[in-house]
């Protein structure tokens, strides 16, 4: 019996039609099992806070976790919001504001870096940008460093009131997290 | 194993390899050129479909280990933050759940059908013993599995099954006591033994494995059988296993997935018991305890025995006396099809286990008892008084002359073409 070349065509087609479907039956068997190890809903409903500054002083800073990090909140004096602004921001080691809630390219003033009526609330994400302890500064008895904002112990990076870093092996500002203001005194974080 | 290998590597680098580890060689030896008799059956292709299910329950059970606390305080709680807030949770648990169902199905269809055909006669006596190996380390990895929701049935059921070895004492005084408490690692069945059960749930299926892999070896030093009994005399007897066998045993994977996947995905509990959805509560005894289907025939015997030592000797001898039947059995012909009496028997065998898995649903009160009581006469009469007796005083069936034949009809092998369907060439 002589196969013909339209059978061997049929055969070809089947053949990858077949191959084809069992590799995308294939996928969507496997997706679930990868999928699983991503966050879960518990996890994810974890990833917002609500936080009430209503008891925070001027001059006074408090540290919340959210998404398992710590968070500085800090309430600046006018002499720690004038000093931020005045930095020049050419002479910065990073350029970008470092903000979630902006685009990376929008460049690291004090501006930028926090919201618009509520200058004197510094809020940002506590980890080295180094590689990751929690700088110090959020005490009172705290060393913050040559630029009165944060100092991190473990390699000695500085960063100023804006949380900018200033000197030291850090590479980037200190991570600014997505946050809003419900109400005057409560923010929403993440 | 048949002849010579038939292996060729096909490229410079499939030699090279071959050279030093054939391993290619061993699969198409194995799985792709072997001898499998022409005329198995659809019960043949449940080894495939167990192969296919422990893979599947230990994919399932390892991601679900990733999600599931086993502390007393927490593991009820973290198999519902699975269900409900793990991604595909609510389906990974079910598969692994009802799988465990299945597994224990396509089981004793494996079972029944090396009853029925002889599977366990000579050469194949090692291969049966193994299959009755794993047979026991898939009871204990379902029990230890079970127990692990902490629901009221788990709770219970371990404490149940683990207070079986105190009837040990009735054999040397203290030692059943001590058994128990050191299986518990406490007074009771607590946080210390919810631990040790989820370590040694993940730890036997991969011996289960490697039984598995010892079963297969034996398998494929016998060779299968088949629903004749004979064995392969010619080369026209069997097909190279791929893609024969192969494709067979594919088919029979998806359909036995149809009804698998309707219960996942539209009845994952109905198998389950309802109080298992009740967290443990060691000061409250659920008023029906009863383990998962698969066990409840074993289940019946243990509560048919009115003394306590007495029932778990039954239960385990149940198990147990499986080993033997190599010997048991005095028949000189393998399969039933040629054993008209042994047959009967056998059926009767088949409604004994169903008897004694309905029964031992039922609470243990009469008239149940006493029908549990006839069930388990008639079951261990099944191994020792049928088996040893019937083969001597049966008259076998007239056997097929080869495996062919039986297939091919007595004048089969000759023309290609099946009678009567000649026709003449066109005239056009």
Redesign the interface.
Known sequence: MTIDVDDSKRRDFLVLAGNAFAAVGGAAVLWPFVQQMNPDASALAMASIEVDLSAIKPGQAVTVMWRGKPVFIRYRTPEEIKAAQDVNVADLRDQSCRNDALPETMPATDADRVKKGKENWLVLVGICTHLGCIPKGQSIADNRGDFGGYFCPCHGSHYDTSGRIRKGPAPRNLEVPEYSFITDTKIKIG | MSGPSSYKPQSAAAKWFDDRLPIARLVHDSFIAFPTPRNLNYLWTFGGILTFFLVAQI?TGV?LA??YVPNETMAFDSVQ?IK??????W??QPLHAVGASFFFLAVYLHIFRGIYYGSYKAPREVLWILGVFIFLAMMATGFLGYTLPWGQMSFWGATVITNLFSSLDGVIPGLGTAIVTWLWGGFSVGNATLNRFFSLHYLLPFVIFGLVILHVWALHVAGQNNPTGLDIKQDSDAVPMSPYAVSKDVFAMVAFLIPFAYFVFFMPDWLGHADNYIEANPLSTPPHIVPEWYFLPFYAILRAIPSKLGGVVAMVSAILILLVIPWLDTSRVRSCKYRPIFKWCFWAFVFTCLALGYLGAMPAEQPYIFWAQVFTFLYFAFFLIAMPIVGIIETPSRLPRSITESVLGKNGGGSSLPAGAASAPEKR
């Open positions: 994919v991601i990733m999600h933050h409900r807030d793990v991604n595909y949770g389906l990974i």
